[in-house]
Every structure is written in structure tokens, then in C-alpha cells.
């Protein structure tokens, strides 16, 4: 198959980063668009890599979009304020990076070109945990992070110009932009260091997937996007799982680690729910990395950082 174009906003983020490597080693080549607001060096690991780029701007940026968007043939919109903390408190950067500059890269893209977004599950909303999420579930945000997300999303898909999304698991793994927010990284974390995992609402079903099978994806779907439709759910079959079963899988890697379940505390995230991911399978993809493997890249990864300063504070 034809090398693509990429372009992918927020290329220095946590998936991101580790997306744009993937897919210059799949044989793309690969334009960054990031305004670094994390002051992350993310990215210097692919200077070297000669179908490469990084340009440095806002991915608001009608001029900027306007330059850059006609050169690729694909376009992943990932910048985005992530997470319903940070969208609370930035809410007019959220709806206009998360929602606006979404709908604009879309409006500016020709009917050629290829749009392939994450979205996250959490659109689904908060469930009783044993209905099984289809991608037929009717959306019910309940965060504005989830609210920006589905009304870029529907933008996408009832646009008159084809579109994919990917509605994804909460993602674990190693990036070189590193999220220690993310409820698996974070348990790696905490289990690490205190050696003592509260557990708030331990019976709240998630899924989760892992980044590079979230970067494979990317490319499942440049590479399949005639023949694919819609939107998909991406996460791991074997990690529909509690929040306590998650705490005592992160316990088993890490010795020692005590597990207490907090029956008063409340969970700000209400998401409990069980995510088909068949559709996606259907179409050939097939997940390759496990949550086990990811604890033990964490406990790896975490060794080094925290050996430096501030990783508590990421
Ligand atoms: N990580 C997950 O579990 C997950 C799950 C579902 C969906 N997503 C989606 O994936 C995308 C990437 O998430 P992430 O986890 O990599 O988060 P992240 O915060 O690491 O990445 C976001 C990137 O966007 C950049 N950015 C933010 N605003 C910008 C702007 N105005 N202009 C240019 N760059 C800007 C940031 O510098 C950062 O590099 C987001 O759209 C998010 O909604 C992530």
C-alpha cells in the first residue's frame, strides 16, 4: 500500500507521540502540529526520522489548518484538553479545541482526504455496569469532556464527508508524553509507591486498551478506510473489568500492595459500564498487547521516573 500523508494534532501527547512513531515505522510519513503545553520533549526521539516534521502552533489556527491540512492525506485530530478535571477548568479552550477546531479541520478537508478521531467510551455515561455497550448505545455524556467529544464526533459522522472514530478504552501504557492520570497508570503508580490502593466505588465496570494497540489501530484504519463505517469501540475484551478486579491484577505484579475498599468515598467518574469491541474485530483487527504486559512496561517505566523529580505531581 501507498505511503499516506499523516497530520496528526496534538502529535505530542500522550497518544500521539507514540502514534506518530508507530506510523512512520509503518512506513508514513508524519507531520506534528502541537502547541507542547505540557512543555513535553516528546517528540525528540523522531527528529532523526527523515519522513518526519513538527510544527509549532495552535490546532485552532484557521491559517495554520488552512496551510497545512491540504498537504496530508490523512488527518487524526487528537489535540484536545483531556479529561473532565482539566476541561472544567478550562472550558472555553476545551470547546474550542475539543469541539471547534474539529469541526474546522473537517469543513477544510476535501472528501479524499481520510478524518480518524478518538473519541472516548466515556460518551456512553454512567450505566448500571451490566448492559453491554454496541456502538448502537445512545450517548449520554456526562462530563463536559465527554460533551466535547460527542459533538465533535457527531460532526464527523453526519457529516456529508466520510469519517472514522474510534471510541477508546481508557488507554494504559508507556509514552513518551507520559499520563499518570489514566486509571491503570495510575494504580501502577500508587501501588508502587505506597504500596496501598484506595478503592472508591470497586464494583464500577471499565475497559481499557493499550497504546500501541491504539496506534495499531490508527493505521488499521488508514489502511481499511473504504471498507470501514462509522465508529468503532477499541478496548480489550479480557479487561471489561471492576475497578477492584483491576486493583488486584496491579496488586498480584506489585508484592505487598494492600487493597482497601472504600464504601463512603465517591468516584467522580461515574463510567461503569461493559464495551463490545466486535465491531472492530470484524474487520480484521486483533489486539496484541495484554494488560499484564502493560503493568509490567509501567513498573519499568516507573522505575526510572521515579528516580526524578515530580513524577507525583504529572
Ligand atoms: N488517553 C486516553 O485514555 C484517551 C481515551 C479516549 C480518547 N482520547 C483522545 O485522544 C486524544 C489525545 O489524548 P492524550 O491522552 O494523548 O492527551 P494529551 O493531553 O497527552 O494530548 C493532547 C495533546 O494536544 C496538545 N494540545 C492541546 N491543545 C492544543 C492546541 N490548541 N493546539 C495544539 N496542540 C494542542 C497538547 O500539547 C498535547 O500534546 C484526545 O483527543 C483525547 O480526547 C484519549
Request: hydrophobic fraction near 40%; aromatic fraction near 8%; glycine fraction near 8%.
Amino acid at each position: 500500500m501507498a505511503k499516506e500523508k499523516v497530520l496528526i494534532t496534538g502529535g505530542a501527547g500522550y497518544l500521539g507521540s507514540v502514534a506518530a512513531e508507530h506510523l512512520l515505522d509503518e512506513g508514513h510519513t508524519v507531520t506534528c502540529l502541537d502547541n507542547l503545553m505540557y512543555r513535553q520533549p516528546s517528540l525528540l526521539h523522531l527528529a532523526h526520522r527523515g519522513g518526519f516534521e513538527f510544527v509549532y502552533g495552535d490546532a485552532r489556527d484557521e491559517e495554520v489548518l488552512k496551510s497545512l491540512v491540504p498537504k496530508h492525506d490523512v488527518i487524526l485530530p487528537l489535540a484536545a484538553i483531556v479529561g473532565e478535571g482539566a476541561c472544567n477548568a478550562r472550558q472555553f479552550e476545551a470547546k474550542s479545541t475539543n469541539t471547534d477546531a474539529v469541526v474546522l479541520i473537517n469543513g477544510l478537508r476535501s472528501a479524499s482526504q481520510k478524518l480518524i478521531m478518538p473519541m472516548t467510551n466515556s460518551g456512553y455515561g454512567t450505566t448500571t455496569g451490566d448492559i453491554l455497550c454496541t456502538e448502537e448505545t445512545p450517548l449520554n455524556p456526562i462530563s463536559l469532556y465527554g460533551q466535547t467529544k460527542v459533538d465533535a464526533e457527531r460532526a464527523i459522522l453526519e457529516g456529508d464527508k466520510k469519517g472514522l472514530t474510534l471510541r477508546l478504552a481508557t488507554v494504559f501504557g508507556v509514552s513518551p508524553r507520559m499520563r499518570t492520570d489514566l486509571l491503570v497508570n495510575s494504580f501502577v503508580l500508587k501501588a508502587m509507591t505506597d504500596r496501598y490502593l484506595a478503592i472508591f466505588e470497586g464494583n464500577f465496570m471499565r475497559n481499557y486498551v493499550h497504546i500501541r494497540d491504539v496506534a495499531r489501530a490508527f493505521d488499521h484504519c488508514i489502511r481499511n478506510f473504504e471498507s470501514m463505517e462509522g465508529t468503532y469501540n477499541l478496548g480489550l475484551d479480557e479487561a471489561n473489568m471492576s475497578k477492584l478486579d483491576l486493583a488486584k491484577r496491579v496488586a498480584q505484579f506489585v508484592p505487598g500492595t494492600v487493597i482497601r475498599e472504600d464504601y463512603e468515598g465517591k468516584d467522580p467518574d461515574k463510567r461503569n459500564y461493559i464495551v463490545s469491541n466486535e465491531k472492530i474485530k470484524r474487520t480484521g483487527f486483533k489486539f496484541e498487547h495484554s494488560l499484564d504486559e502493560g503493568i509490567i512496561e509501567l513498573m519499568k517505566a516507573y522505575k526510572i521516573l521515579l528516580k526524578l523529580e515530580g513524577t507525583r505531581n504529572n
